[in-house]
């Protein structure tokens, strides 16, 4: 193992300064995990992503409390999971756009299942190129009365960026991003400026506000967070957000469906937690873990929502909510409700690396019309 160590202290140190999070290093579940979207690496070539509209990373599952078990196998039989399927898996029980989903009995009994059995969810979504190109900002020193506005200055910068992505990705290329050269800085916030200068969507105000950062950032000579960083690479891996959730809870247990890139990762890195290493995570093939196998179902279901509603304005998500049949609108009403109950039990069970806009968007498609 390597010399490096990444401890607990410092994620649960920032969930309490930023998100006013206390006492999760008490809390002790078990959490169980599936994934989606995981690239392996995010990075553009010769002007071009490797993935191009690339949806949400989602990790998350389920979370019960320690000591008890999952079995699953009378569910099964409920859903008349077919034999020759030897787990439960989300392309078992529904498939086809959102529209479609929601018509599956199946997924509706599962979602109850979750429910009457007091089964939380939880979940992590990550946007890659937003998570990419954030760092712009970060390398930023923000004025003291723009701190409280940092989040919607980087939603500004996203959605200047995203507007016209591939004409953003040549143009990072032509720099090398993340690895600008010094003597280009300048220039790199300048452009970046004019895109965003271009772009005329938005509150006012808050683009004013990027403007007058961004001709901070031309002013510094260095941008700490885009220089000697991998060129053309936005996310280089995905495994420091299955340790962010590790390191967040570090008195729960953490089992993960078996990613050998990202246990290697882990691994070689290491966790600890007061001076003691973390062993808190094992990664098991999800044949062999009813809790795993939820998982796969909960973020597959999760996945289809967001990138659905990412992809659609509110008024279009109150149409769509509004020509939906009470089955379809249960199923929607339990994910909700999932969600709240689980949030309500601790909020640290949903973790955003998202742009702002995108926080909220699903609350069109969960309202209950009157």
Request: charged letters at 25%.
């Amino acid at each position: 193992m390597e010399n490096i160590s990444m401890a607990a202290e410092e994620t649960l140190r920032c969930r309490e300064i930023i998100d006013g999070l206390a006492g999760l290093q008490d809390i002790s579940r078990n959490f169980y995990y599936d994934e989606t979207n995981n690239y392996r690496k995010f990075h553009f070539k010769s002007g071009r992503l490797n993935i191009e509209d690339a949806g949400e990373f989602l990790l998350g599952g389920i979370v019960v409390d320690q000591g008890r078990s999952i079995d699953i196998s009378q569910l099964k039989n409920e859903i008349r999971l077919d034999k020759s399927a030897n787990e439960l898996k989300f392309k078992h029980v529904a498939k086809g756009g959102l529209s479609d989903i929601l018509k599956s009995r199946k997924i509706r009994t599962i979602l109850e299942f979750l429910k009457s059995e007091y089964i939380d969810i939880h979940f992590q979504r990550v946007d890659s190129f937003y998570w990419g190109i954030v760092d712009i900002v970060e390398s930023i020193d923000l004025p003291r009365d723009l701190i409280l506005l940092h989040l919607d200055i980087k939603d500004c910068l996203y959605c200047a960026l995203a507007s016209d992505i591939e004409k953003v990705v040549s143009m990072l290329y032509v720099y090398n991003y993340p690895d600008i050269d010094t003597s280009k800085i300048r220039r790199f916030y300048e452009e970046i400026s004019s895109i965003v200068r271009a772009a005329h969507d938005g509150n006012g105000y808050i683009r004013e506000a990027l403007l007058y950062v961004l001709e901070i950032g031309s002013n510094q000579g260095e941008a700490v967070f885009i220089q000697a960083e991998e060129r053309s690479v936005l996310v280089d891996d995905y495994s420091g957000f299955y340790r962010d959730r590790i390191l967040t809870f570090p008195a729960s247990n953490h089992f993960i469906d078996t990613e050998e890139e990202v246990k290697t990762s882990l691994d070689q890195i290491g966790n600890s937690f007061k001076g003691i290493a973390l062993s808190n995570y094992r990664f098991v093939h999800s044949h062999e873990s009813d809790g795993i196998q939820l998982s796969d179902v909960v973020i597959g279901l999760v996945s289809k929502i967001v990138n659905f509603c990412n992809q659609r304005t509110e008024s279009e998500l109150i149409s769509f909510r509004r020509n939906l049949g009470s089955s379809e609108c249960r199923i929607l009403d339990l994910v909700e409700e999932l969600i709240t109950r689980s949030d309500n039990r601790c909020r640290a069970y949903f973790h955003n690396v998202i742009p702002l806009s995108h926080m909220g968007i699903y609350g069109s498609l969960f309202q209950k019309l009157r």
